[in-house]
Protein backbone atom coordinates (compact mmCIF):
# COMPACT_ATOMS: atom_id res chain seq x y z
CA UNK A 1 0.00 0.00 0.00
CA UNK A 2 0.79 3.43 -0.26
CA UNK A 3 2.39 5.60 2.35
CA UNK A 4 0.75 8.96 2.99
CA UNK A 5 4.28 10.24 2.18
CA UNK A 6 3.84 9.82 -1.35
CA UNK A 7 0.52 12.10 -2.13
CA UNK A 8 1.57 15.02 -2.96
CA UNK A 9 -0.75 16.66 -0.50
CA UNK A 10 1.32 14.74 2.31
CA UNK A 11 4.56 15.29 0.92
CA UNK A 12 4.14 18.95 0.87
CA UNK A 13 2.76 19.00 4.34
CA UNK A 14 5.40 16.74 5.85
CA UNK A 15 8.14 19.34 5.34
CA UNK A 16 11.50 19.58 3.47
CA UNK A 17 12.61 15.85 4.17
CA UNK A 18 9.78 14.83 1.90
CA UNK A 19 10.34 16.84 -0.93
CA UNK A 20 12.81 14.08 -3.13
CA UNK A 21 10.02 11.85 -2.72
CA UNK A 22 7.62 14.49 -4.64
CA UNK A 23 10.34 15.59 -7.20
CA UNK A 24 10.98 11.74 -8.30
CA UNK A 25 7.22 11.20 -8.27
CA UNK A 26 6.64 14.35 -10.65
CA UNK A 27 9.58 14.30 -12.76
CA UNK A 28 9.68 10.20 -13.44
CA UNK A 29 13.37 10.68 -12.29
CA UNK A 30 14.69 6.82 -13.04
CA UNK A 31 15.43 7.36 -8.90
CA UNK A 32 13.11 4.67 -7.87
CA UNK A 33 11.56 5.23 -4.24
CA UNK A 34 13.15 1.77 -3.27
CA UNK A 35 17.03 3.35 -3.64
CA UNK A 36 16.07 6.96 -1.96
CA UNK A 37 15.77 7.30 1.45
CA UNK A 38 12.73 7.37 3.58
CA UNK A 39 11.56 10.86 5.10
CA UNK A 40 12.49 10.88 8.28
CA UNK A 41 8.83 9.95 10.22
CA UNK A 42 8.35 7.50 8.16
CA UNK A 43 8.99 4.75 11.06
CA UNK A 44 6.78 6.80 13.18
CA UNK A 45 3.57 6.99 10.43
CA UNK A 46 3.51 3.46 10.01
CA UNK A 47 3.61 2.78 13.62
CA UNK A 48 0.29 5.23 14.14
CA UNK A 49 -1.04 3.67 11.44
CA UNK A 50 -1.14 0.57 12.52
CA UNK A 51 -2.52 1.33 15.66
CA UNK A 52 -5.41 4.23 14.03
CA UNK A 53 -6.29 0.99 12.17
CA UNK A 54 -7.15 -1.28 14.49
CA UNK A 55 -7.65 1.42 17.62
CA UNK A 56 -4.70 -0.01 19.66
CA UNK A 57 -1.37 -2.32 19.72
CA UNK A 58 -1.86 -5.48 21.80
CA UNK A 59 0.70 -6.46 24.73
CA UNK A 60 1.77 -9.80 24.77
CA UNK A 61 -0.10 -10.67 28.05
CA UNK A 62 -3.28 -8.99 26.05
CA UNK A 63 -2.66 -11.33 22.85
CA UNK A 64 -2.14 -14.11 25.42
CA UNK A 65 -5.77 -13.35 26.59
CA UNK A 66 -7.31 -12.87 23.27
CA UNK A 67 -5.74 -16.31 22.30
CA UNK A 68 -7.44 -18.07 25.40
CA UNK A 69 -10.87 -16.76 24.82
CA UNK A 70 -10.87 -17.25 20.93
CA UNK A 71 -9.85 -21.22 22.15
CA UNK A 72 -13.20 -21.43 24.24
CA UNK A 73 -15.31 -21.59 20.87
CA UNK A 74 -12.32 -22.22 18.05
CA UNK A 75 -10.28 -25.43 17.88
CA UNK A 76 -6.60 -25.12 17.74
CA UNK A 77 -6.42 -26.43 14.48
CA UNK A 78 -9.26 -24.12 13.03
CA UNK A 79 -7.39 -20.85 14.23
CA UNK A 80 -4.33 -22.33 13.09
CA UNK A 81 -5.85 -23.02 9.60
CA UNK A 82 -7.43 -20.02 9.19
CA UNK A 83 -4.15 -17.69 10.45
CA UNK A 84 -2.30 -19.89 7.77
CA UNK A 85 -4.88 -18.94 5.09
CA UNK A 86 -4.31 -15.36 5.99
CA UNK A 87 -0.78 -15.42 5.74
CA UNK A 88 -0.60 -17.42 2.45
CA UNK A 89 -2.97 -15.04 1.00
CA UNK A 90 -1.29 -11.58 2.21
CA UNK A 91 2.08 -13.13 0.99
CA UNK A 92 0.32 -13.75 -2.39
CA UNK A 93 -0.77 -10.34 -2.63
CA UNK A 94 2.49 -8.52 -1.36
CA UNK A 95 4.71 -11.11 -3.60
CA UNK A 96 3.05 -12.24 -6.38
CA UNK A 97 3.63 -15.80 -8.24
CA UNK A 98 4.79 -14.40 -11.29
CA UNK A 99 7.75 -13.16 -9.53
CA UNK A 100 8.21 -14.85 -6.46
CA UNK A 101 7.47 -18.42 -6.70
CA UNK A 102 9.70 -20.20 -4.57
CA UNK A 103 9.07 -19.16 -0.84
CA UNK A 104 11.70 -20.94 1.76
CA UNK A 105 9.28 -21.25 4.95
CA UNK A 106 11.12 -21.47 7.90
CA UNK A 107 9.01 -22.90 10.86
CA UNK A 108 9.25 -23.06 14.73
CA UNK A 109 8.41 -25.95 17.16
CA UNK A 110 4.90 -24.31 18.09
CA UNK A 111 1.71 -22.36 16.82
CA UNK A 112 3.34 -19.49 14.64
CA UNK A 113 5.49 -22.83 12.91
CA UNK A 114 1.99 -24.88 12.61
CA UNK A 115 0.79 -21.14 10.66
CA UNK A 116 4.05 -21.54 7.92
CA UNK A 117 3.25 -24.76 7.76
CA UNK A 118 -0.80 -24.41 6.88
CA UNK A 119 0.71 -21.19 4.85
CA UNK A 120 3.01 -23.62 2.96
CA UNK A 121 0.39 -25.71 1.90
CA UNK A 122 -1.67 -23.47 0.38
CA UNK A 123 1.06 -21.32 -1.20
CA UNK A 124 1.46 -24.58 -3.16
CA UNK A 125 -1.69 -25.18 -4.01
CA UNK A 126 -1.83 -21.05 -5.30
CA UNK A 127 0.76 -22.38 -7.51
CA UNK A 128 4.16 -21.22 -5.37
CA UNK A 129 6.58 -24.01 -4.76
CA UNK A 130 7.70 -23.95 -1.47
CA UNK A 131 10.84 -24.82 0.66
CA UNK A 132 10.07 -25.67 4.35
CA UNK A 133 12.77 -25.65 7.21
CA UNK A 134 11.03 -27.50 9.89
CA UNK A 135 14.31 -28.10 12.63
CA UNK A 136 12.09 -28.91 15.60
CA UNK A 137 9.20 -31.16 14.78
CA UNK A 138 6.66 -31.12 17.55
CA UNK A 139 5.44 -34.75 17.92
CA UNK A 140 1.86 -33.74 19.09
CA UNK A 141 -1.00 -35.18 16.76
CA UNK A 142 -1.47 -31.91 15.33
CA UNK A 143 1.36 -30.92 14.04
CA UNK A 144 1.89 -34.68 12.77
CA UNK A 145 -0.47 -34.28 10.49
CA UNK A 146 0.50 -30.85 9.35
CA UNK A 147 3.92 -32.17 8.19
CA UNK A 148 2.04 -35.56 6.80
CA UNK A 149 -0.53 -32.73 4.98
CA UNK A 150 2.94 -30.43 3.56
CA UNK A 151 4.70 -34.23 2.56
CA UNK A 152 1.89 -35.35 0.87
CA UNK A 153 2.13 -32.47 -1.84
CA UNK A 154 5.52 -33.40 -2.37
CA UNK A 155 6.83 -29.92 -0.54
CA UNK A 156 10.27 -30.53 0.77
CA UNK A 157 10.78 -30.24 4.28
CA UNK A 158 14.52 -29.37 6.04
CA UNK A 159 16.32 -29.47 8.99
CA UNK A 160 18.56 -26.39 8.51
CA UNK A 161 18.80 -23.69 6.30
CA UNK A 162 20.15 -25.11 2.98
CA UNK A 163 23.18 -23.63 1.13
CA UNK A 164 22.81 -21.15 -1.68
CA UNK A 165 19.24 -20.83 0.09
CA UNK A 166 19.45 -16.72 -1.24
CA UNK A 167 19.96 -18.19 -4.98
CA UNK A 168 17.29 -21.11 -4.41
CA UNK A 169 14.64 -19.01 -3.37
CA UNK A 170 12.13 -15.59 -3.74
CA UNK A 171 11.95 -14.61 0.18
CA UNK A 172 12.24 -15.89 3.22
CA UNK A 173 8.95 -16.37 5.62
CA UNK A 174 9.53 -16.42 9.37
CA UNK A 175 7.07 -18.61 11.15
CA UNK A 176 9.79 -19.60 13.67
CA UNK A 177 8.53 -17.10 16.86
CA UNK A 178 5.21 -15.86 18.41
CA UNK A 179 3.96 -13.47 21.05
CA UNK A 180 4.98 -16.03 23.63
CA UNK A 181 8.74 -16.15 23.11
CA UNK A 182 10.69 -14.29 25.71
CA UNK A 183 13.91 -12.63 24.86
CA UNK A 184 17.21 -14.30 26.38
CA UNK A 185 15.15 -18.19 25.76
CA UNK A 186 17.05 -18.45 22.13
CA UNK A 187 18.21 -21.97 22.24
CA UNK A 188 19.72 -24.82 19.18
CA UNK A 189 19.16 -24.24 16.28
CA UNK A 190 17.38 -21.51 16.33
CA UNK A 191 20.28 -19.65 17.64
CA UNK A 192 22.07 -20.11 14.40
CA UNK A 193 18.63 -19.96 12.12
CA UNK A 194 18.24 -16.67 13.19
CA UNK A 195 21.61 -14.54 12.65
CA UNK A 196 21.78 -16.70 9.03
CA UNK A 197 18.10 -15.31 8.32
CA UNK A 198 19.15 -11.86 8.91
CA UNK A 199 22.29 -12.09 7.37
CA UNK A 200 20.13 -13.46 4.00
CA UNK A 201 19.72 -10.54 1.12
CA UNK A 202 16.17 -12.16 0.72
CA UNK A 203 12.95 -10.00 1.37
CA UNK A 204 11.84 -10.77 4.63
CA UNK A 205 8.11 -11.48 5.66
CA UNK A 206 7.42 -12.29 9.26
CA UNK A 207 3.98 -13.46 10.82
CA UNK A 208 2.60 -12.19 13.98
CA UNK A 209 6.12 -11.07 15.51
CA UNK A 210 9.46 -10.84 13.57
CA UNK A 211 11.02 -14.17 15.71
CA UNK A 212 13.52 -12.76 18.23
CA UNK A 213 12.40 -9.25 18.79
CA UNK A 214 10.13 -8.83 22.42
CA UNK A 215 6.72 -8.20 21.76
CA UNK A 216 6.44 -5.59 23.57
CA UNK A 217 10.06 -3.68 23.40
CA UNK A 218 11.25 -4.40 19.89
CA UNK A 219 13.87 -5.61 18.34
CA UNK A 220 17.04 -5.45 20.75
CA UNK A 221 18.99 -3.11 18.58
CA UNK A 222 21.71 -6.15 17.51
CA UNK A 223 23.30 -6.89 14.27
CA UNK A 224 20.92 -10.03 14.26
CA UNK A 225 18.04 -8.54 14.71
CA UNK A 226 15.75 -9.25 11.66
CA UNK A 227 14.45 -6.44 9.88
CA UNK A 228 11.56 -7.86 7.97
CA UNK A 229 10.17 -5.77 4.90
CA UNK A 230 6.51 -7.09 5.31
CA UNK A 231 4.56 -7.78 8.65
CA UNK A 232 1.47 -9.89 8.51
CA UNK A 233 -0.29 -9.25 12.17
CA UNK A 234 -3.12 -11.83 13.21
CA UNK A 235 -5.91 -11.02 14.96
CA UNK A 236 -4.48 -7.29 16.01
CA UNK A 237 -0.95 -5.98 16.04
CA UNK A 238 1.12 -6.49 18.70
CA UNK A 239 3.11 -3.62 20.27
CA UNK A 240 6.39 -4.40 18.74
CA UNK A 241 4.86 -3.23 15.52
CA UNK A 242 5.61 0.37 16.73
CA UNK A 243 8.92 -0.20 15.62
CA UNK A 244 8.51 -1.90 11.71
CA UNK A 245 8.39 0.30 9.10
CA UNK A 246 7.73 -1.88 6.05
CA UNK A 247 4.26 -3.07 4.66
CA UNK A 248 1.86 -4.24 6.97
CA UNK A 249 -0.82 -6.89 7.06
CA UNK A 250 -3.32 -7.53 9.17
CA UNK A 251 -4.98 -11.58 9.22
CA UNK A 252 -7.16 -13.75 11.25
CA UNK A 253 -10.54 -12.86 9.85
CA UNK A 254 -12.29 -14.80 12.72
CA UNK A 255 -12.22 -12.62 16.01
CA UNK A 256 -16.05 -11.97 16.99
CA UNK A 257 -17.01 -8.91 18.37
CA UNK A 258 -17.73 -9.42 21.95
CA UNK A 259 -13.61 -10.04 21.93
CA UNK A 260 -13.06 -6.63 20.13
CA UNK A 261 -14.82 -4.89 22.44
CA UNK A 262 -13.58 -6.47 25.05
CA UNK A 263 -9.98 -5.14 24.60
CA UNK A 264 -10.84 -2.21 22.74
CA UNK A 265 -9.20 -2.95 19.56
CA UNK A 266 -10.88 -3.19 16.19
CA UNK A 267 -9.81 -4.84 12.62
CA UNK A 268 -10.35 -2.83 9.47
CA UNK A 269 -13.03 -3.32 7.30
CA UNK A 270 -12.52 -6.94 4.73
CA UNK A 271 -13.04 -6.10 0.98
CA UNK A 272 -15.31 -9.32 -0.20
CA UNK A 273 -13.51 -13.02 0.55
CA UNK A 274 -10.35 -11.47 1.26
CA UNK A 275 -8.11 -13.22 4.32
CA UNK A 276 -6.14 -9.82 4.82
CA UNK A 277 -6.31 -6.24 5.31
CA UNK A 278 -3.43 -3.82 4.14
CA UNK A 279 -2.68 -1.64 7.20
Not at 36 to 47: D, G, H, L
Not at 75 to 88: F, I, K, Q, R, T
Not at 167 to 178: P, Y
Not at 238 to 255: P, S
Request: glycine content about 8%; overall charge neutral.
Amino acid sequence: PKRKTTRPGASLRAGPASLPWMLALLLRSPLSLQTMPPPPAAARMASSSASAACGRLLSAAEAAAVDEELFESFSVDSLMELAGLSVAAALADAFPLSSHPRPLVVCGPGNNGGDGLVAARHLWHFGYRPTIIYPKRSQKPLFVNLAAQVGALGIPVLDAMPPGADEAHHMLLDCVFGFSFKPGSLRAPFDAILPAMAASTLPLVSVDVPSGWDVDSGPAGGADDLRPAVLISLTAPKACAAHFDGRHYLGGRFVPPAILEKYGFTQPAFSGAEQFVRL
